[in-house]
């Protein structure tokens, strides 16, 4: 197959499309959409990165607070992640109301899971640095919520029920079925 080269654009797929909630200094909570999300240490400790543009309000909320939480939505959820993705809170419009979220009070930091959100990660700012036209943010977690029923009864997840939502080139995805597991170590139940 012959090659054609192209302009590169987010060229690593698939991206997540995550719901991330921050708050100012008054509490009040903000979500923005970033297909910019990754694990970057993964055990000891557990650091997640986030890019985002100097120019959002959540940037400045982030700068401000020091905390933020990734809420992970299921594909059925794209409308509402592709609506916090254009949209901004700056002008004071309240997203949770506005497109049908729901705010649940997290367990050490000020910034509200998303209900709807199977996963929700909260995150401490440990660092932050301007890397070309986004700034990274590096948040320690420092709690995990999943919903009950996506839990088995050793307190895995299983990641047949999370539904992922996935970005690639402008377009919303679901993961469709998994295939083997780690190691091809056995069946997939
Ligand atoms: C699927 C999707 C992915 C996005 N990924 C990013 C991203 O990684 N970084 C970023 O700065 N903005 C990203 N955006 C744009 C922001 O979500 C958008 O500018 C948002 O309106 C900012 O909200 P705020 O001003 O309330 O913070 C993305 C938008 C969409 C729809």
């Not at 905390?67 to 997203?95: H, L």
Request: glycine share 8%.
């Amino acid at each position: 197959m012959k090659k054609i080269q192209i302009a590169p654009a987010r060229p690593v797929y698939p991206s997540p499309a995550a719901l991330i909630t921050s708050v100012d200094s008054a509490g009040r909570a903000n979500i923005i959409t970033l297909a910019e999300v990754f694990n970057i240490s993964i055990a000891n400790p557990v650091i997640v990165g986030i890019a985002i543009r100097p120019a959002t309000f959540s940037h400045g909320l982030i700068v401000e607070t020091g905390q933020f939480v990734v809420n992970q939505p299921t594909a059925a959820m794209a409308k509402q992640v592709d609506q916090c993705g254009s949209t901004s809170g700056r002008d004071g419009v309240d997203k949770f109301a506005r497109f049908g979220l729901t705010p649940l009070p997290a367990a050490v930091v000020k910034p509200p899971l998303i209900a709807e959100c199977p996963v929700n990660v909260e995150c401490e700012l440990t660092g932050r640095q301007t890397v070309g036209d986004h700034d990274l943010f590096l948040g320690e977690v420092v709690a995990v919520h999943v919903d009950e029923d996506k839990l088995d009864a050793d307190g895995h997840i299983l990641t047949d029920r999370l539904d992922p939502l996935a970005y690639i080139e402008g377009d919303y995805w679901s993961l469709g079925q998994a295939f083997a597991k780690h190691g091809f170590s056995g069946p997939i139940e």
